[in-house]
């Protein structure tokens, strides 16, 4: 199937425009083109999101709702999104658009033996910038299956715009409600046996001469929502040696339950979690992978990378996603942790939120990572720090 001005395959040989893909779909469609090796998908363009709101007629209803708002009335906001989100998704999705949204599943699928679930992640426009990181704040569901859960999913993300999380920091920061949009990237899940996020830098002190890759077991959303305290190895950039390293608590993984269809959370055993989870070979493979992000965009990534245990050894690592670091590398160098870890470090740089809009399992809660969960672990100011808003 050919991409149009609603779908857009990341292999499908098209200019990648942040304005149309989103900061997420079009770095995915980019690192495709640079032969990374990003698991397959398409992306559903603003264009479907424009036609979407505009069919619905609920744009100037939500603008009002909106203008009104006090930012200090979080009860109120959190009224008003949910308003706004449950309206959007009771909204039908015209005919034309659903019908490419479908065909561009089909055609996915159609790449494989059998289907395969899906992973449906926001990837708004406004995300992923140097300077104004609204990472974390819109929805992802994972290992989703069938036409129609994905469809409704979509629809989700696309609700998602409108989180209080994302209203209150739009608030915050004076960025108008009008113009917003937002472009939904559906990828081919990996079976993640391992995962985690990698920075191209130190973020204890910026030092650009290092790697750090924070690594746990199954799928990464349990690191990247700081639900387990992964793995950090600290690795020299050039030699890829490791300088430091020490091993997370790991205790728990999210991992496909196939009878179930969905992710389900299981308990990691003692002897996984007394070793570090990745070999010698894959941490220089993620090292390798971060140098190269780096490398393409010219400046320092954060990238979120998977081990697929459907893949052979040396084969199977993944890249799900790469955006500019922009917590450390714009800031002067901050005087390090008093003990090791990469949370540890960036629990001492300051910040907090709750974590993200949140990512969930198969359309349920994967835990603790919906907008305006409590529950102030090391583990999630480590999150709210790699998504900082900031
Ligand atoms: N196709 C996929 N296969 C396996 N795991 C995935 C896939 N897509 C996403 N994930 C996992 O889910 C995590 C969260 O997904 P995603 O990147 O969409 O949202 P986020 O990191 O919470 O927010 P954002 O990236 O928008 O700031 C990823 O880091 C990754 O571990
Ligand atoms: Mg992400």
């Known amino acids: 199937m050919e991409s149009n001005q609603y779908v857009q395959f990341f292999d499908g040989g098209i200019e990648p425009k942040l304005e149309t893909l989103g ?33 619905a007629g609920i744009i100037q209803e939500i603008h009002d709702l909106l203008d009104g708002l006090d930012p200090e009335d979080v009860a109120q906001v959190e009224k008003v999104s949910a308003g706004i989100r449950a309206d959007i998704c009771s909204k039908p999705v015209p005919e034309g658009l ?57 629809r989700q993300c696309w609700a998602s715009l409108f989180t209080s999380r994302a209203i209150l920091y739009r608030l915050k920061n004076s960025i108008p409600n009008e113009g917003l949009s937002m472009a939904v990237v559906v990828q081919k899940m990996v079976n993640s046996k391992v995962s985690g996020v990698a920075m191209t830098l130190d973020p204890a002190n910026g ?37 430091s390293e020490h091993l997370g608590d790991k205790h728990a993984e ?70 500019p670091e922009t917590v450390h590398s714009s800031k002067p160098a901050a005087p390090k942790a008093a003990t090791g870890g990469w949370a540890a470090a960036l629990g001492a740089t300051g910040a907090g939120q709750a974590p993200a809009g949140g990512t969930q399992a198969g359309g349920t809660p994967a835990g603790g990572t919906s907008a305006g969960a409590g529950g102030f672990s090391l583990g999630s100011i480590t999150a709210s720090l790699l998504k900082a808003s900031i």
């Not at 900061?23 to 264009?47: E, H």
């Not at 599943?105 to 300077?131: H, I, K, N, Q, W």
């Not at 600290?234 to 490791?242: E, F, G, M, Q, Y």
Request: with cysteine.
């Open 254 to 323: 999210l991992v496909p339950d196939r009878s179930a269809h969905t992710l389900v959370e299981r308990e990691v055993e003692e002897e996984r979690r007394a070793r570090r989870s990745l070999n010698d070979a894959e941490l220089a493979a993620v090292a390798a992978m971060a140098k190269r992000a780096e490398k393409h965009y010219k400046c320092p990534q954060d990238i979120e990378w998977a081990l697929d245990a459907d893949l052979p050894d040396g084969e199977n690592l993944l890249l799900l996603q790469s955006r």
């Open 207 to 243: 030092d650009r001469s290092k790697i750090t890759i924070d690594s746990s077991y199954g799928v990464g959303e349990m690191v990247v929502s700081g639900q387990v305290t992964p793995d950090n190895i600290l690795l020299d950039k050039v030699t890829l040696a490791v300088v």
């Open 23 to 55: 900061g997420k779909g079009a770095s995915l469609v980019i690192m495709t083109s640079a032969g990374m090796p990003v698991p397959p998908g398409f992306v559903v363009t603003t264009a479907a999101f424009d036609e979407f709101m505009a069919a």
């Open 98 to 154: 659903r019908a490419q949204t479908l065909a561009a599943y089909e055609a996915l699928m159609g790449r494989f033996d059998t289907p395969v679930p899906v992973a449906v992640r926001s990837s708004a426009t406004a995300e992923d910038l140097p300077d104004a990181s609204f990472a974390g704040q819109q929805d992802t569901y994972l290992w989703l299956e069938g036409a129609k859960a994905v469809t409704e999913h979509i």
